[in-house]
């Protein structure tokens, strides 16, 4: 089975960026669809991004629109997600995660996605 790895998080001042990497023990473009995820202390678990390696397509949640954005690298079987402008509330544990049968590829269907990374943490100060 693939492996997902995520790096990239770490400590930022609200208004401040940080990149993400995910990076695939297997070829990207092979799975259906790839997102991010993140679980804050306390909360539920909510979807952030997703993105269909074959097609590019992607679909973000509300609360991220204008501020991330997810994108690939189908040499280096890579996802990446680049979050500007971060603010208090993105503190979070960030899982990349990836569908490899089919699916809505929608961030709101996190029950889709069978293949999940260790998670990487985020931490955003005031």
């Known amino acids: 089975q693939d492996h997902l790895v995520e790096s990239g998080g770490g400590s930022v001042q609200a208004g401040g960026s940080l990149r993400l990497t995910c990076e695939s023990s297997?070829?990207?473009?092979?799975?259906?669809?790839m997102g991010w995820f993140r679980q804050a202390p306390g909360k539920e678990r909510e979807g952030v991004a997703t993105?269909?390696?074959?097609?590019?397509?992607?679909t973000y949640a509300d609360f991220v629109k204008g501020r991330f954005t997810i994108s690939q690298d189908n040499a280096k079987n890579t996802l990446y997600l680049q979050m500007n402008s971060l603010k208090p509330e993105d503190t979070a544990t960030y899982y990349c995660?990836?569908?490899?049968?089919?699916?809505?590829?929608?961030?709101?269907?996190?029950?889709?996605?069978?293949?999940w990374g260790p998670g990487s943490q985020v931490t955003v100060s005031s």
């Open positions: 995660a990836a569908d490899g049968y089919g699916g809505s590829c929608s961030p709101h269907h996190g029950d889709e996605f069978d293949v």
């Open positions: 993105l269909r390696p074959g097609g590019g397509t992607t």
């Open positions: 297997g070829h990207i473009v092979g799975f259906y669809c």
